[in-house]
T-cell receptor, first 115, second 114 residues
Framework: AQSVSQHNHHVILSEAASLELGCNYSYGGTVNLFWYVQYPGQHLQLLLKYFSGDPLVKGIKGFEAEFIKSKFSFNLRKPSVQWSDTAEYFC?????????????FGAGTRLAVHP | DGGITQSPKYLFRKEGQNVTLSCEQNLNHDAMYWYRQDPGQGLRLIYYSQIVNDFQKGDIAEGYSVSREKKESFPLTVTSAQKNPTAFYLCASMSGLLNTGELFFGEGSRLTVL
């Protein structure tokens, strides 16, 4: 079965530090990749997505992610975090083997940014 | 405003009781999903439905049941057979036509079994 691994469960940073959250997926075929974010008390929402084309994808709030097919990775980055980035971040993959439109999520990374 | 409405937001249930969580969407989306969120385990797929009167088991369907009689509605029943039902349940939808892969989530329902 397809799976998504997020390596860091908890990350603590100071404001202005750089961020990189790891994500690896198991399916070797064509995949569509996503990062979702859940701010405290809010809905899960889409941060960015990769379908095809440029493997460096830019999302909202200064986030970006790089798709590296050879490494089955889709790491999330931000050059300088802010206190308002405190949230839980989920990597997800769409359409693995067997078809149907379903998203498989990783376990999530809880980010805390200190002022 | 278009969106997904889940109810109730909080629910308490005694062991041995079935409970049904409501999910309604007015986004005209074809596909609907139920996820369970537990700390440290992320979101795990319970059931999903691509069209009316059709649904598929996800990764953790045991002890749950669903129906999809209307496009707008996808209720989830947590049965007494579910061994560890206390969790946060999220309903989501996706536009099948656009196939963007973007899920729209409800606010969630927190179920506590006493």
């Amino acid at each position: 079965a397809q799976s998504v691994s997020q390596h860091n469960h908890h990350v603590i940073l100071s404001e202005a530090a750089s961020l990189e959250l790891g994500c690896n997926y198991s399916y070797g075929g064509t995949v569509n990749l996503f990062w979702y974010v859940q701010y405290p008390g809010q809905h899960l929402q889409l941060l960015l997505k990769y379908f095809s084309g440029d493997p460096l994808v830019k999302g909202i709030k200064g986030f970006e992610a790089e798709f590296i097919k050879s490494k089955f990775s889709f790491n999330l980055r931000k050059p300088s975090v802010q206190w308002s980035d405190t949230a839980e971040y989920f990597c997800a993959v769409l359409n693995g083997p067997g078809g149907y439109n379903k998203l498989i999520f990783g376990a999530g990374t809880r980010l805390a940014v200190h002022p | 405003d278009g969106g997904i409405t889940q109810s109730p937001k909080y629910l308490f249930r005694k062991e041995g009781q079935n409970v049904t969580l409501s999910c309604e969407q007015n986004l005209n989306h074809d596909a609907m999903y139920w996820y369970r969120q537990d700390p440290g385990q992320g979101l795990r797929l319970i059931y999903y439905s691509q069209i009316v009167n059709d649904f598929q088991k996800g990764d953790i369907a045991e002890g749950y049941s669903v129906s999809r009689e209307k496009k707008e509605s996808f209720p989830l029943t947590v049965t007494s057979a579910q061994k560890n039902p206390t969790a946060f349940y999220l309903c989501a939808s996706m536009s099948g036509l656009l196939n963007t892969g973007e899920l729209f989530f409800g606010e969630g329902s927190r179920l506590t079994v006493l």
